[in-house]
């Protein structure tokens, strides 16, 4: 068939040639579609700034934790090591030993004696907890922003859509034709939103999942290091007691 044959039968029946490239959507939409659509692209960049970051800094948690770990049962005392790691605590594992050395000294240098040691097995306890529970809040900072965007964002698409598509249905009502030069832009852009809206929402949705999982991991591994440390702090009171 001759190809000039198919763009005069296109044009004798009313189809026009028309761009539709994202850019070209965006700018004809309705300013409702355009505002959703901008959302959901801002919504999209965001998420994937987040997943970036947040796989950077768990890897980076996960092998200053394995250093961390490797000095811990060399060999040290807990004095040289909290001297090694002194002001320098950089991750969550290192916080919560210098946190509970902290209490330790003081507990020590109170100047009461052995009534200090009472209790000190409780408070650092308390102090190892307390320190998971605000490192931990810290790495999952952005978490919500992730499962807000994986679960609203296919339905902000699709009030785009719906919207859209009204839209496309009064422009045919007005001009009382059902060609489809005239149906296909409107319906493209309706359908643009909910294409923006699902690209936003299944990476995040994936990530979500993803950093949970690690994040339960890690504060699991959290948790192992601050029974351990305990059972240290427990010997130690025991045999200065003794």
Do not use: C
């Not at 785009?160 to 030069?181: C, E, K, S």
């Amino acid at each position: 068939m001759d190809p000039t044959n198919v763009v005069d039968g296109a044009a004798a029946i009313g189809v026009t040639a028309h761009d539709f490239s994202l850019i070209s959507v965006f700018m004809g939409a309705d300013i409702v579609v355009k505002a959703v659509m901008a959302m959901l692209v801002l919504a999209s960049f965001w998420t994937w700034a987040i997943i970036i970051d947040k796989s950077m800094k768990l890897g980076r948690l996960r092998k200053s934790a394995d250093r961390f770990e490797d000095q811990f049962w060399s060999g040290k005392s807990l004095e040289e090591l909290s001297q090694t790691v002194g002001t320098r605590a950089d991750h969550p594992m290192a916080v919560m030993f210098a946190s509970a050395m902290r209490e330790w000294r003081r507990s020590l240098d109170g100047g009461e004696g052995r009534s200090l040691l009472g209790g000190l097995g409780e408070r650092i306890d308390k102090v190892l907890n307390v320190t998971i529970g605000r490192e931990v809040a810290g790495v999952e900072r952005h978490m919500n922003f992730l499962a807000t965007v994986a679960t609203t964002a296919p339905f902000i698409g699709l009030f785009g859509t719906v919207w859209g598509i009204m839209t496309a249905f009064q422009d045919i009502a007005i001009a009382r034709d059902t060609n489809l030069a005239v149906v296909a832009p409107a319906i493209a852009e309706a359908l643009a939103a909910t294409a923006l809206g699902l690209f936003a929402a299944i990476p995040a949705s994936f990530a979500y999942n993803k950093f949970s999982n690690d994040l339960a991991r890690y504060t699991t591994r959290l948790e192992g290091f601050a029974d351990e440390f305990s059972a240290i702090v427990s010997r130690q009171l025991d045999q200065r007691r003794g």
